[in-house]
């Protein structure tokens, strides 16, 4: 039976729309610098034993990193996120998939690209603190 709550899905896609998968493939082919270094460290369960997926659509978004079973979202942001009107539609997004049950860290490209061990241990100190809960 299908879920009465159309935003609150319990699927790994919370309900995305079918042409967010498309989207989420042409994506994967475009992928920015920090982004491929990230999936780099997480691709194949080499962090922590964890499968994540790349470029993955849930609810009305496409998240840059996903991991189902820490319901955890790993966005990786570019100089765009500074502007005041991209961080009020950051805040709904966030709301939005924290709704849904899902946990979001964020990270900038510069950190990713010239620290990515300190952006790796604040990675695993979330999924520690998360196992806490």
């Given amino acids: 039976m299908k879920n009465q709550y159309q935003y609150h899905d319990e699927s790994m896609w919370k309900g ?4 967010n998968f498309l989207l989420a493939m042409q994506l994967r082919e475009r992928m920015t610098q920090a982004e491929i270094l990230m999936w780099d460290k997480l691709k194949n369960k080499q ?3 964890y499968k994540f997926r790349r470029q993955h659509p849930i609810h009305k978004f496409i ?3 996903y991991c189902h079973e820490l319901k955890l979202i790993i966005e990786i942001d570019g100089k765009y996120h500074d ?5 009020n539609e950051d805040l709904i997004r966030t709301e939005l998939l924290n709704f849904q049950g899902l946990r979001e860290i964020r990270f900038t490209n510069e950190e990713v690209i ?3 061990s300190s952006v790796l241990k604040k990675l695993e100190e979330q999924i520690n603190y998360s196992d806490t809960l």
């Avoid at 995305?16 to 042409?19: G, I, V």
């Avoid at 502007?83 to 961080?87: A, F, G, L, M, T």
């Fill in 63 to 65: 998240v840059d990193f």
């Fill in 114 to 116: 010239t620290d990515i």
């Fill in 83 to 87: 502007s005041e009107e991209q961080k």
């Fill in 47 to 49: 962090f922590k034993g």
């Fill in 16 to 19: 995305a729309p079918a042409n």
